[in-house]
């Protein structure tokens, strides 16, 4: 094991450890232009953010702490010996940035990567000898505010509990000693092995992580491949295949083919496929690619419309000594449609009539913003896509409309807009404050509604951003009933700074900034920002307020008011909420499933505050069987959904099949909140038809 590191004349010394019977991953040292970037990162984010923050030592000790933590959340893999040693160096971060100087981040690292081969060793030394479930001990799940070990005795018997923690789930879950030893060994072994598979770009990107983040919540730094992957989130669209991968035993494997893509219109691959090599056009060598990162084997798949591509092939039945077989696929644009807005319809007794109520899902504001520009008239966006599915909706005379955003974490601000437009007709949606006080009103500006009846918007923790912006307007307007859990609390605007296109540089090498600009709030002067969008009719939820959320984050911006625009609402939905919410309750109380959603959700947060788990096979055991026996009640009670209970392995450890199977399981489940939320909307359809 490499024995220091220095920095800016401090040594950074990792003890040996009896454990660590392999080689050290090989060091990674900073590049030219990632110093480079850095520094211009730093320089324009002191300057142009909403609340410029001085790069000073005060901000360095951020950095560093968000640092550490990104590298250890569950303080796991650092003794407090290595912290101390990393936080010698906690002011000094700000001037080695100004002297585009990396060392510092670079050698904490290098220590990690060092821990973890360490630690991965230990572990795999552990399932030799096995474990003795009898006595009374008990493992700490939730670790992240607890003290680092403070000597190597006190890291390996927390590592102790945790591989008879992983040792107990698999024993409960009906594997057998040798299965258990082989599979714990392979996962701890691919861990390991990923310690040296980083390369200096994640060095960076990790970094520079913690330092955007230091900033504000949801300012951050895209490298190269990370701003890849955002304009593919945004434009719902790639050129490559058409093939959904995953990492499995150091193969890439097929594990979803795209309707409608090369892959799938070829007929030549097939789900467990696992591609062994790649080669670029007709000609090119075929590069070998088993071991190689996921990452690494999809950027030399991807490429530009019309070219080709060379795949090696490992049949999904044959074993490692199989007959391979080469393929040629022609890349062309593939759409994203499962992050794509969908519409399904529900019909649901409301009084004494069925309504129908259509359901439309919205993942994110998506806009594909190179399309618009060039002026493709056919460019992908959220809110065009939700109006042809209105229009269906209109032709399918459906009496009300549940706009599902949970889990939309946001998107195109323009989009959030439009898609209340689709709504409301004309009028202000938002107001937005630049750093300057400066306070700008943004309008939709649509002729006529696309639908002018009954309407819900549910929400969940997970909604933030654009999708409060469309939540808070309709709940302003009074156009509908906000349904769900408190929403995330992000009341700010971001926007992409290309680095390279500030110097005028003409390769790219610098990356991106997305960088906070502004505040958002709503139009009756108040923000979302922390406290976020609040449902008229409230749901429960699973997500901790704690641990996710603008108010989890200790350097959010404050909430604040402004004055209102001038709006005219549309409706006044406040009249029907005792109405709405006394059928609610009512509903609510007599429907097996939701007070078994209530038990679960229940459960979990116990669970949650408990903090630990017992490592006494007979405890355990009859936690499981007082699981089994709440299931099996429900089945018998006609509940079709029986949770596959925990196997302790993880996703990759199943076979593919399995692993579908479950996913697939999961889809079909009842969604019991949908179906509540849309028994409201049907309500509301009801009483606004009732004299």
Excluded at 152 to 180: F, M, T
Excluded at 270 to 280: C, E, H, P, Y
Excluded at 406 to 423: C, K, P, Q
């Amino acid at each position: 094991m490499r024995i220091a590191y220095v920095i800016l004349g401090a040594f950074l010394a990792l003890a040996p450890s009896a454990y660590a019977e392999v080689a050290s991953p090989p060091a990674l040292k900073p590049l030219t232009r990632q110093a480079q970037a850095a520094e211009l990162s730093a320089q324009f984010l002191s300057r142009y953010s909403y609340k410029p923050v001085p790069l000073d030592d005060a901000l360095s000790a951020r950095v560093m702490d968000g640092f550490i933590k990104s590298l250890d959340p569950d303080r796991m893999l650092f003794l407090q010996a290595d912290i101390d040693r990393f936080l010698a160096d906690r002011n000094e971060i700000d001037d080695a940035i100004e002297r585009q100087d990396l060392k510092i981040p670079f050698a904490i690292f290098n220590a990690y990567q060092d821990r973890v081969v360490d630690r991965m060793t230990y572990a795999r030394s552990l399932l030799k000898q096995g474990f003795d479930f009898s006595g009374k001990e008990d493992y700490a799940v939730l670790r992240d505010k607890a003290p680092w070990p403070q000597s190597e005795a006190e890291s390996n018997d927390l590592w102790r509990k945790r591989v008879k923690n992983d040792w107990l789930r698999l024993k409960l879950g009906g594997k057998d000693e040798a299965a258990i030893r082989e599979t714990l060994d392979k996962r701890y072994e691919n861990t390991l092995e990923r310690a040296y598979k980083f390369k200096s770009d994640d060095v960076f990107q990790s970094f520079m992580d913690a330092y955007s983040n230091a900033i504000d919540p949801h300012t951050d730094y895209f490298g190269a491949a990370a701003s890849v992957d955002f304009n593919v989130s945004m434009k719902l669209s790639l050129f490559g295949i058409g093939a959904v991968l995953q990492e499995r035993d150091d193969y890439t494997t097929i594990r979803e083919l795209v309707p409608g893509g090369p892959a799938q219109l070829s007929g030549k691959l097939a789900v467990g496929d696992r591609i062994t090599g790649v080669g670029q056009g007709k000609d090119g060598p075929i590069k070998e690619v088993v071991g190689t990162r996921l990452d690494e084997v999809v950027q030399m798949i991807r490429g530009k419309k019309g070219t080709v591509v060379r795949l090696d092939i490992l049949p999904a039945d044959a074993g490692a000594d199989g007959v391979h077989r080469v393929i040629s696929l022609v890349r062309d644009k593939i759409s994203l449609d499962k992050q794509a807005a969908r519409k399904t319809v529900l019909s649901v007794k409301a009084g004494e009539t069925t309504r129908k109520i259509g359901i439309i899902t919205l993942p994110v504001f998506y806009e594909d913003f190179e399309a618009k520009n060039k002026g493709d008239k056919d460019y992908k966006s959220a809110s065009r896509d939700v109006a042809k599915l209105l229009g269906e909706l209109n032709e399918e005379k459906v009496d009300g409309v549940l706009i599902d955003l949970r889990n939309n974490g946001g998107g195109s601000l323009d989009e959030a807009i439009d898609l209340t437009g689709l709504f409301i007709g004309k009028g202000p949606v938002v107001q937005q404050r630049a750093s300057n006080g400066k306070i700008e009103v943004k309008s939709a500006d649509l002729r006529t509604p696309a639908w002018t009846g009954p309407l819900g918007v549910l929400i969940n923790r997970g909604s933030a951003s654009a999708s409060e912006i469309f939540a808070a307007a309709i709940q302003d307007y009074g156009r509908g009933v906000i349904i769900g859990e408190p929403s995330f609390g992000k009341g700010t605007v971001q926007t992409v700074v290309d680095l390279d296109q500030i110097v005028h540089n003409s390769k790219p090498e610098f990356g991106e900034l997305k960088v906070t600009i502004a505040q958002f709030f709503r139009i009756n002067g108040g923000t979302t920002q922390l406290r976020g969008v609040t449902p008229d009719i409230s749901l429960p939820g699973l997500s901790d307020p704690t641990n996710f959320g603008e108010t989890s984050y200790d350097n959010a911006l404050p909430w604040a008011e402004i004055k209102p625009a001038k709006y005219a609402p549309e409706g006044d939905v406040t009249a029907l909420l005792p109405a709405l919410q006394s059928r609610h309750d009512a509903r609510a109380k007599a429907d097996p499933d939701f007070q078994r959603l209530l038990q679960d959700i229940a459960d979990l947060k116990a669970q949650r505050e408990k903090g630990v788990v017992s490592l006494n096979e007979a405890e355990r055991r009859k936690e499981a069987a007082a699981r089994e026996a709440r299931f099996k009640a429900r089945a018998e009670a006609g509940d079709d959904e029986n949770p596959a209970g925990d196997d302790g392995l993880q996703a990759d450890e199943r076979s593919l099949s399995a692993d579908i199977a479950m996913e697939n399981a999961r889809k079909k489940a009842k969604d019991v909140l949908l179906d509540e939320s849309a028994a409201i909307v049907a309500d509301a359809a009801d009483l606004g038809r009732t004299p």
